[in-house]
Structures are given as C-alpha cells and as structure tokens.
C-alpha cells in the first residue's frame, strides 16, 4: 500500500523553527513530486511547497519563501520541510502529497494522487 506519514509538527514559539519529515513507501521514489499543503481552521487548503525527486526542482508559496526550505533524501525515501522564522499565521496542519512522472513541481492540488495524514504545527505569539 501506498503511504506517506509526516511527522515533526509541534508548538514553536514566533520565530522559531521546525523540520517536517514526509516518510514516503508502498511506491518507487524515483520520478515524483512531493508536495507540502497546510489547511489552517476555517481556511481553505494552501500549497506550501513542493520538489521533484529527480532533479530537485522546487516551487514555494510567496508567504512562505525565504523562510522554509523543502528537500529530498531520495536514499531515505523522505521530504523535509525545514520551516524558519515561524508566524503565527503559519500555524495549520500540515499535509505531504505526491504524484509520479511531473513536468514540474507545482502547488496544484488536483494533480496528486497520494496524500498523508497531516501533522499539526502550532505557532504562539
């Protein structure tokens, strides 16, 4: 079976940081996207930032770039989200996806296939 668990999520203080980790089986890891969402209460589902496991492509929501980082261990079969300068704003539960064969990354929702259980991360003032 297919499965993407994430973990890392917790309460950070503003300005804080937090690594999210996407462990990634059932599926070969070559040749993917894998993407972070988040869906804060009451807020529609948002693309944070996704990577191909090929190349190493990146894309990022303008709210957060040049704060979070997104990589892949392609050995591990797992995606980090390296998440700096947290804002409260930025609290929400955290979600990985995937789909095989991109063109390129992307936030678009609709084009995965796969997708975890969440993780919470919360950001006090």
């Known amino acids: 079976d297919v499965q993407l668990v994430e973990s890392g999520g917790g309460l950070v203080q503003a300005g804080g940081s937090l690594r999210l980790s996407c462990a990634a089986s059932?599926?070969?890891?070559?040749?993917?996207?894998v993407g972070w969402f988040r869906q804060a209460p009451g807020r529609e589902r948002e693309g944070v930032s996704c990577?191909?496991?090929?190349?190493?492509?990146?894309v990022y929501a303008d709210s957060v770039k040049g704060r979070f980082t997104i990589s892949t261990d392609n050995a591990k079969n797992t995606v980090y989200l390296q998440m700096n300068s947290l804002k409260p704003e930025d609290t929400a539960v955290y979600y990985c996806?995937?789909?095989?064969?991109?063109?390129?990354?992307?936030?678009?929702?609709?084009?995965?296939?796969?997708w975890g259980q969440g993780t919470l991360v919360t950001v006090s003032s």
């Open positions: 990577i191909t496991t090929d190349d190493g492509s990146t």
């Open positions: 996806a995937a789909f095989s064969e991109p063109r390129f990354p992307t936030l678009d929702a609709y084009e995965y296939d796969y």
């Open positions: 059932g599926f070969t890891f070559d040749d993917h996207a």
